[in-house]
């Protein structure tokens, strides 16, 4: 395993549900990521945390909140969800964020996401 | 403006051959390439990298990738393919001077090894 783990590995939810996913990295890295892999599309990053703070959005609809309480967990608070955001969402980490080495991302099993 | 392509959507090998998957690159400074792989149900895996040095890069599971800086080319390779290596492939590149969130990933390439 890559010392990402995510929960739950499988969720169905209504639109009007509100629900949380939650990452933790066992790896000591300081920068956190969310992704979200849709069938047929390039993997699209949600959102970057570094050292808890958020320094990337990138243009993520409200419905979907992040949280970085720490270092070492990423959650992903969703609410009234529409069917198109039914995906495998990713949770990586990575040693650090800046730009000056090859921080290679290490990845979660991801959640698998039903909205009906 | 950086991309990264793989224009095999999926590679049919079979057991014991060499395989050989195809990614090409665009970034406007040097780049740092990756490939990495995913298993069903399962989150992308690290795979390898390049930074700088030898063109030829060795990984995890006996892969290793050629940096072509001309054909701006990271081709992945094994000389002897496994069933166990199908999977699904991605390419990735990221340019030196950006920061670790901009790295651009490809669309995969589905591998499949028959016995």
């Known amino acids: 395993e890559t010392g990402v783990t995510q929960t739950p590995r499988h969720l169905v939810m209504g639109m009007t549900n509100k629900k949380s996913l939650k990452c933790e990295q066992h790896?000591?890295?300081?920068?956190m990521y969310w992704y979200k892999q849709s069938a047929k599309k390039p993997l699209e990053l949600m959102f970057v945390?570094?050292?808890?703070?958020?320094?990337e959005n990138n243009s993520v609809p409200s419905r979907f909140s992040p949280e970085c309480p720490n270092s070492s967990h990423l959650f992903l608070h969703l609410h009234t969800l529409q069917p198109e955001d039914s995906a495998l969402y990713l949770c990586?980490?990575?040693?650090?964020?800046?730009?000056?080495?090859?921080?290679?991302?290490?990845f979660g099993p991801g959640t698998r996401l039903t909205v009906t | 403006a950086q991309s990264v392509a793989q224009p095999e959507d999926q590679v049919n090998v079979a057991e014991g051959n060499p395989l050989t998957v195809k990614c090409t690159y665009s970034?406007?400074?040097?780049?740092?390439l990756f490939w990495y792989v995913q298993y069903p149900n399962r989150g992308l895996q690290f795979l390898l990298k390049?930074?700088?040095?030898?063109?030829l890069v060795k990984g995890s599971y006996g892969f290793e990738a050629e940096f072509n800086k001309s054909q701006t080319s990271f081709h992945l390779k094994k000389p002897s393919a496994l069933v166990s290596d199908s999977a699904l492939y991605f390419c990735?590149?990221?340019?030196?001077?950006?920061?670790?969130?901009?790295?651009?990933f490809g669309s995969g390439t589905r591998l499949s090894i028959r016995p």
């Open positions: 990586a980490s990575s040693q650090d964020f800046g730009g000056r080495f090859s921080y290679e991302q290490y």
């Open positions: 945390y570094s050292l808890e703070e958020r320094v």
């Open positions: 970034v406007s400074g040097n780049p740092y």
């Open positions: 990735a590149v990221r340019d030196r001077r950006s920061s670790a969130s901009k790295i651009i």
């Open positions: 390049y930074i700088t040095g030898d063109n």
């Open positions: 790896l000591g890295h300081n920068a």
